[in-house]
């Protein structure tokens, strides 16, 4: 299993990636987590990538295009991956069309999550992230039981740096600048789904899966 998750910032694309790859039993790779684990990590990579996530636009393509090459030659992503957040303009589509040439198999679905812009707003700047498991809340749909304490780890929750409207805002017109072309450049390959991520998470789960099952 080979596929993709485009969509807006909030359109919960981290959200299923993590249901769809546990599902499938395949590794999700998410440049966004990558990017930020690095700077965690505290290194000249993500130190570089923290300046462009802070300003709310991309990391240059040749940082992002080697990270996601190194990942994708380990030898988990054999029997197939899931990508989060990458390609995010059609640069980086071409290097990964280049990229899976030189790989075994082919990309069964490109999953295009559907979400109106104001409602991307409301769930960006609610969300709340685990600093220890990574697990994501929403203030309203899906709150911490004790404030700031991750339900399942214990960990202390925080609020991602780029969640603020302002970041947001432009995240979203970054979107649809660089990253919204990339739906036809799929469509004409025969490879988009389309799902409608404006319902209940498991509905859009079960879209997911149907779409991805139905064209592979
Ligand atoms: P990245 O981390 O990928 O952020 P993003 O694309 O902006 O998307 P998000 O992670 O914000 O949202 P999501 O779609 O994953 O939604 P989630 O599931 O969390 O990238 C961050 C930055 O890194 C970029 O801006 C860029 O600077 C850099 N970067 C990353 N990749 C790059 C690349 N390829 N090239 C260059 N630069 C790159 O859900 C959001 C909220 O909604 C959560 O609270 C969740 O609980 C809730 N929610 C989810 N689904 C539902 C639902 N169905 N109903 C109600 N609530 C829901
Ligand atoms: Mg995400």
Do not use: W
């Not at 299993?1 to 299923?16: A, C, E």
């Not at 899931?82 to 390609?87: A, E, Q, R, T, V």
């Not at 069309?97 to 707003?121: A, F, R, T």
């Not at 899906?142 to 432009?170: F, H, M, V, W």
Request: net charge negative.
């Amino acid at each position: 299993m080979r596929v993709i998750i485009i969509g807006p910032p909030g359109s919960g694309k981290s959200t299923q990636a993590d249901l769809f790859s546990q599902y499938f039993q395949i590794p999700h790779i998410s440049t966004g987590d990558m990017f930020r684990e690095a700077f965690k990590t505290g290194t000249i990579l993500g130190k570089k990538a923290k300046e462009h996530q802070t300003s709310g636009g991309l990391v240059p393509d040749e940082l992002t295009i080697e990270i996601v090459l190194e990942r994708l030659n380990q030898p988990d992503c054999s029997k197939g991956f899931l990508l989060d957040g990458f390609p995010r303009n059609v640069a980086q589509a071409y290097a990964l069309d280049k990229i899976l040439q030189s790989m075994p198999g082919k990309l069964d679905g490109v999953i295009n999550i559907e979400v109106d812009d104001e409602i991307l707003l409301e769930r960006i700047t609610n969300r709340r992230v685990c600093s220890q498991c990574g697990e994501t809340y929403h203030l309203t749909y899906y709150p911490p039981k004790q404030e700031d304490i991750c339900n399942l780890c214990g960990g202390k929750i925080y609020q991602r740096s780029d969640d603020t409207i302002e970041i947001a805002r432009s995240r979203i017109i970054v979107y649809h600048e660089q990253t919204k072309p990339l739906i036809d450049y799929y469509r004409s390959q025969g490879l988009l789904i389309e799902v409608n991520g404006d319902q209940d998470i498991h509905k859009v789960l079960r879209d997911i899966i149907k779409g991805v099952c139905n064209d592979s």
